[in-house]
T-cell receptor, first 113, second 114 residues
């Protein structure tokens, strides 16, 4: 089976930097995605790491280390609107289980003024 | 124009009833999904269709039956609803099932079984 671990809650103040970690144990790992979900809303795509290293998109960056089965999402210059749940999700090997994206249980980020 | 739209947004029904949730995407994607999010926000894949063909069927009770009349639509029918079926059901789509392809979610259908 698959297992993903991420903290359940993180709090920070506006302007700060926060890192949300994700560790995974899966068979046939292919890549790691991050999604954001505001209360009552739909999950929306933030980033994808298929290779080791850092991917940067504006204030958000995501990192992957396959050898450590570990990734993180880095949020910089936090704003109140960043308060949301953040999910890491693993994409399994296309050959064995086509199109399977498994989500972690999410990290609730609260940004205080 | 909404990319992935699903109806109804809210649904309250009694145990034992049968209900359907409809989903449509106007993104031209080949792959569509149903995800279930429980009260603890755990988001779990239920089904995936690629070009109207079922490619993923997770361990979901037979009471749940997806139907894809064409690649832009994926409906979910639920028979004999149970209290434990109360959840938010998200329809989603992607260009293909390949890794890294962005999955676009609908706004969710909030199902409450009483």
């Amino acid at each position: 089976g698959q297992s993903l671990e991420q903290p359940s809650e993180v709090t920070a103040v506006e302007g700060a930097i926060v890192q949300i970690n994700c560790t995974y144990q899966t068979s046939g790992f292919y890549g790691l995605s991050w999604y954001q979900q505001h209360d009552g809303g739909a999950p929306t795509f933030l980033s994808y790491n298929g290779l080791d290293g850092l991917e940067e998109t504006g204030r958000f960056s995501s990192f992957l280390s396959r050898s450590d089965s570990y990734g993180y999402l880095l949020l910089q210059e936090l704003q109140m609107k960043d308060s949301a749940s953040y999910f890491c999700a693993v994409f399994l090997d296309r050959g064995s289980t086509l199109g399977r994206l498994y989500f972690g249980r999410g990290t609730q980020l609260t940004v205080w003024p | 124009d909404t990319a992935v739209s699903q109806t109804p947004k809210y649904l309250v029904t009694q145990m034992g009833n049968d209900k359907s949730i409809k989903c449509e995407q106007n993104l031209g994607h080949d792959t569509m999904y149903w995800y279930k999010q429980d009260s603890k926000k755990f988001l779990k894949i239920m089904f995936s269709y690629n070009n109207k063909e079922l490619i993923i069927n997770e361990t979901v009770p037979n009471r749940f039956s997806p139907k894809s009349p064409d690649k832009a639509h994926l409906n979910l029918h639920i028979n004999s609803l149970e209290l434990g079926d109360s959840a938010v059901y998200f329809c989603a789509s992607s260009q293909d099932p390949g890794a890294g392809n962005t999955i676009y979610f609908g706004e969710g259908s909030w199902l409450t079984v009483v």
